[in-house]
């Protein structure tokens, strides 16, 4: 990617009137509510179809970072079979779960909980977490690689005598919506290449398809027992302020359950929150059987700030009616190779506070210093 002489300014009034338009206000916050923009999986599929328009909506720099697919046919079965394996998951003896980690890899295969830090530097163990690449089991064999990046180059752990199903549901899911995210990537790509002559090793769709380094974590975020101790005034209450730091992103929508029992959430004001380029935070919507994806630092950097990752957070549902609330739901990281080159340009400015060797660093160092930050252990 390489930066356009002019950068589109149209997706600005776009974003404006898509808030005007679906702006709610709840009573807990004057935060609107923002309707993502959304395009079918039939256009999504039709490589003629020129979705530039929605790109720069969704992904442009005046865009939340933010797109979303509609009926992706089996999408819908896939999710409920494997977010209603969360809680189950959640709730296998202490000594099993503890059988699922991997301390080498900082703990970015198998079981996850209470290791990584929250932005108030505290340990979180609100939710607990579980990595596995859905493509690859092995992604590979050499040795030094295996040393050096154990966060990718690890092997997979399913619990195969503990929770059998969990394997192959979630490898169905992650590589449904790693093909439908290829389908973005290329539609990023005629994007970004109306206003600049690309090179097609830097293009964002070989770039994911050349990796093994996709990663799928399930995510269980633990019932509150007293909703009043996760801080009812933080929009951050149930996952932090975070910009994703890979390629895209690809999000279900969670579900819900008490005791084991799928229930609607309670609270309209939780949720996913989304900051935009102007500083505005904005709750964002989008429909239980759509995939939701958003663009990660790595995008950004190699488009320059063309296409935009934004900062992004979850909040809890608060009041009496959220005691004893679950929420599951899964999130596909699709990421450069870990040796894919990352030339750090000016016009992007994110972690500023990570040192750059002369302003490259591969993928594998980048996340190796992000790690750093975000988790107390080492490997």
């Excluded at 442009?60 to 992706?72: A, E, Q, R, S």
């Amino acid at each position: 990617f390489s930066l356009p002489n002019t950068v589109p300014t149209t997706a600005l009034f776009l974003v404006k009137l898509i808030t005007r338009r679906h702006m709610s206000l709840s009573s807990e916050s004057s935060v609107p509510t923002v309707r993502t923009v959304t395009v079918s999986y039939s256009e999504l599929k039709d490589s003629s179809i020129d979705l530039s328009a929605k790109i720069e909506q969704g992904f442009g720099p005046n865009g939340l970072g933010i797109l979303t697919v509609k009926d992706v046919p089996g999408y819908s079965v896939l999710r409920q079979s494997l977010l209603r394996l969360a809680p189950k998951l959640a709730g296998l003896p202490e000594e099993v779960k503890r059988e699922l980690e991997d301390s080498h890899s900082r703990y970015n295969f198998g079981w996850s909980h209470g290791k990584e830090k929250l932005e108030s530097g505290k340990l979180d163990m609100l939710k607990g977490s579980y990595y596995a690449n859905p493509l690859q089991d092995v992604p590979t064999s050499d040795s030094s690689e295996m040393q050096r990046y154990p966060w990718y180059c690890g092997s997979n752990i399913w619990p195969r005598n503990s929770l059998p199903e969990l394997e192959g549901a979630f490898k169905a899911l992650g590589k449904l919506m790693f093909e439908v995210g290829l389908m973005v990537a290329y539609h990023c790509d005629l994007y970004v290449s109306k206003g600049t002559k690309q090179h097609e090793m830097q293009n964002l769709e070989n770039i994911l398809l050349g990796s093994r380094c996709h990663k799928g974590r399930l995510l269980y975020y633990f019932p509150a027992q007293d909703t009043t101790a996760q801080n009812s005034d933080s929009i951050s209450s149930w996952c932090g302020w975070h910009t994703d730091h890979g390629s895209l992103t690809g999000l279900t929508r969670a579900i819900f359950s008490r005791n084991s029992v799928e229930v609607p959430c309670p609270d309209p004001a939780s949720g996913l929150y989304i900051r935009t380029r102007s500083g505005q935070v904005v709750k964002v919507v989008y429909g239980e059987d759509e995939i939701a994806y958003q663009i990660g630092e790595t995008t950004a950097i190699l488009s320059r700030g063309y296409l935009c990752a934004t900062p992004h957070c979850v909040r809890a549902p608060q009041g009496e009616e959220a005691r004893g609330l679950e929420r599951s739901t899964f999130a596909l990281f699709m990421q450069p190779d870990w040796d894919q080159k990352l030339t750090f340009p000016k016009e992007v400015t994110i972690h500023e506070h990570v040192p750059l060797s002369n302003g490259v660093l591969t993928f594998g160092e980048y996340t190796e210093k992000l790690l750093n930050i975000y988790y107390d252990t080492k490997p």
